[in-house]
């Protein structure tokens, strides 16, 4: 019997992470404990000449076949709700959400504003099946990595590439609810080769993060 096969699909799934993170990428994974909001672990990235780089990745882990059931084209659909959403997003690490089988295959996606779809009961996210978590993940998750800001931190970045008024409204914004003022920077920065489109379908669309802030 395989190691891990008697164990709950929980603790299965990160055994296997661990494996896949310490043997097969050679980094360090560090399980967490304590109570959390939504990260089970840590992964510090060691680069191709054994450097650790002081890179992290914060990892959260679900294991069973259930986590399978709601298929995409290209993957599988992971939902939550909007409170892990704000919390993921708003960390100052790269959230990375990982379904691990009962075979022990394991697969990835970032999260971030370009792969969630909020809906009325939380957010969607595809885990593609073309992410599997082994070796071949190296460089992709070295690129995530390498984006080490998270998007509340990213905000003078976001400042220095948008118009004047619309920085002014924002940093009032911030003083009242930071990430919700980052999470529409990072839109109105994505969007600004067509800015009057990118603010028609912000509007439009009515983002409970934004519609429900007290910095509306």
């Known amino acids: 019997m395989r190691r891990g096969d008697t164990q709950p699909p929980e603790r299965h799934a990160v055994w296997v992470v661990d494996g896949i993170i310490s043997h097969k990428l050679g980094w360090f ?34 294991g069973g076949n259930s986590w399978f ?52 009961k939380g957010f969607a996210l595809v885990i593609p099946r073309s992410q599997p978590l082994d070796a071949t993940a190296r460089d992709k998750l070295l690129a995530v990595a390498g984006r080490s800001k998270g998007l509340t931190a990213s905000l003078p970045d976001f400042y220095a590439v948008l118009p004047p008024g619309a920085v002014r409204s924002l940093r009032r914004a911030a003083d009242t609810d930071r990430l919700a003022a ?20 912000v509007i439009a669309g009515k983002p409970s993060w934004l519609v429900n802030s007290t910095a509306v």
Not at 79 to 87: D, V
Not at 91 to 112: G, I, K, M, T, Y
Not at 185 to 196: C, I, K, N, P, S
């Open 182 to 201: 980052a999470r529409l920077a990072e839109r109105l920065v994505t969007g600004r080769a067509a800015a009057d489109a990118t603010a028609a379908l």
């Open 29 to 62: 994974f560090r399980e967490q404990f304590l109570m959390d909001h939504g990260v089970d672990a840590q992964a510090e990235v060691v680069a191709n000449d054994d450097l650790v780089t002081g890179q992290l990745l914060a990892f959260q882990i679900k």
């Open 69 to 120: 059931g709601e298929a995409a084209d290209d993957g599988w659909v992971f939902r939550g709700n909007s409170n892990h959403l704000a919390y993921w997003l708003g960390h100052s690490l790269p959230v990375v959400v990982v379904l691990v089988d009962e075979d022990s295959n394991a697969f990835w996606q970032q999260v971030s504003p370009a792969t969630v779809r909020e809906t009325s």
